[in-house]
Nanobody, 114 residues
Framework: QVQLVESGGGLVQPGGSLRLSCAASGSIFDINDMGWHRQAPEKKRELVAFIIGGNTNYAGSVKGRFTISRDNAKNTVYLQMNSLKHEDTAVYYC?????????WGQGTQVTVSS
């Protein structure tokens, strides 16, 4: 079992920044794949970014603005979001893949508004 707890969401103005955190606990010793999805109102959940080993990948809509990173000592994955836009408004969900099972966090709301 893996538990994921997200934090760092909130309200930010367009052009601003936020950093999301996702702390993992439980059977985490062999988690290699972690990342973030988001879901905006009335839209499907979409992949934002993921990190596998030392390799990262991003959705085209966030490339160059978002950075995913992982601190193995803290069992935490981060999503640094810069130059935020209205269309980044969504609930952001952290995920981790462990022994073929995908675990999800509870989600954290990000609202970009002036």
């Amino acid at each position: 079992q893996v538990q994921l707890v997200e934090s760092g969401g909130g309200l930010v103005q367009p052009g601003g920044s936020l950093r999301l955190s996702c702390a993992a606990s439980g059977s985490i010793f062999d988690i290699n794949d972690m990342g973030w999805h988001r879901q905006a109102p009335e839209k499907k959940r979409e992949l934002v970014a993921f990190i596998i080993g030392g390799n990262t990948n991003y959705a085209g809509s966030v490339k160059g603005r978002f950075t995913i990173s992982r601190d193995n000592a803290k069992n935490t994955v981060y999503l640094q979001m810069n130059s935020l836009k209205h269309e980044d408004t969504a609930v952001y969900y952290c995920y981790a893949v462990h022994q073929g099972t995908v675990y999800w966090g509870q989600g954290t709301q990000v609202t970009v508004s002036s």
